[in-house]
């Protein structure tokens, strides 16, 4: 089908990130979010980035007010209903998503592809919520959006061939590079890199190392732009803990257990940058 209006749920650090490609890239975009702060920030995040990149040279100032201009914001679901392809972006929680999906599945026509951004959940398990199981698919992107190429394209157990080609296509339409990947938690990306930020932290817990050490060894051993624990704190430690519980959950390995002392942190509100404290300071 032809795609010109895809609506994206969740204003947040992934959500306004994949509408500001999206409205790069000449879609019209729905940004819905449950509140108008969330939305007003998120447009404004959108505004600024955009900025950056007129500043950079790498559009115009023109391609930067049409790509604003193509952006609606709503806190009303019922304005997806006109959307060609949804990419929901909302928290990393399976009952978040599931209720989504299924008011998705409602108020959207049947041949419109419910994508998710899920870092972790069962694609499988959000398309059984449906009666379109065929046409659910798994689009990650990576952060910061506009700027990283990869988005991991996954495939439910039902997820179509079609689906599939739809989903590639458009991915490559935004100048990203899809890879494709099987179901399973935390796909490829996040079944590789988190228990690689757990195990950093576990050596911080247990004095192994300072948090700075830490970092130091991977950026100057292995050539990482950035420690494991700034990385973690520019995720969100909220963020990891859901998908290492996801993992866990998922795969009943316990080499996947939750590091203690982020479930600790992440319950003090110690969420890395976003809340000003995690690892480090900000």
């Not at 997820?159 to 989903?167: F, G, I, K, Q, R």
Request: charged share 25%; proline share 5%.
């Amino acid at each position: 089908m032809d795609i010109k209006i895809v609506g994206v749920i969740g204003a947040g650090t992934m959500g306004n990130g994949i509408a500001h490609v999206f409205a790069r890239g000449g879609y019209d975009v729905v940004l819905v979010d449950v509140e108008q702060r969330f939305l007003d920030r998120g447009v404004d995040t959108i505004r600024k980035n955009l900025e950056r990149e007129v500043a950079k040279e790498k559009i115009t100032a023109e391609a930067r007010d049409a790509a604003l201009a193509r952006i609606t914001s709503t806190v009303d679901r019922k304005g997806l209903a006109a959307c060609d392809f949804i990419v929901e972006a909302a928290s990393e929680r399976f009952e978040i998503k599931s209720e989504l999906f299924r008011d998705l599945d409602q108020l959207c026509r049947p041949e419109v592809i419910l994508s998710s951004n899920t870092s972790s959940i069962s694609i499988t398990k959000l398309a059984a919520v449906t009666k379109r199981p065929d046409k659910v698919i798994g689009m990650h992107f990576f952060n910061p959006v506009p700027v990283m190429k990869l988005v991991e394209v996954i495939r439910g157990l039902a997820t179509s061939d079609e689906t599939y080609a739809t989903v590639k296509e458009l991915a490559e339409k935004l100048a990203k590079t899809p890879v494709e990947v099987n179901d399973a938690p935390g796909f490829v990306s996040n079944r590789v890199l988190m228990p690689l930020l757990n195990e950093a932290m576990y050596a911080v817990m247990e004095g192994v190392a300072t948090p700075e050490a830490v970092d130091q060894v991977f950026k100057l051993g292995m050539a990482h732009p950035m420690g494991p624990l700034t990385l973690a704190d520019f995720i969100g430690l909220d963020v990891c803990l859901d998908i290492m519980r996801v993992m866990h959950a998922g795969l009943g390995d316990p080499k996947y257990r939750p590091c203690p002392l982020l479930i600790k942190m992440v319950d003090a509100g110690w969420l890395g940058r976003k809340s000003g404290r995690g690892f480090y300071q900000y």
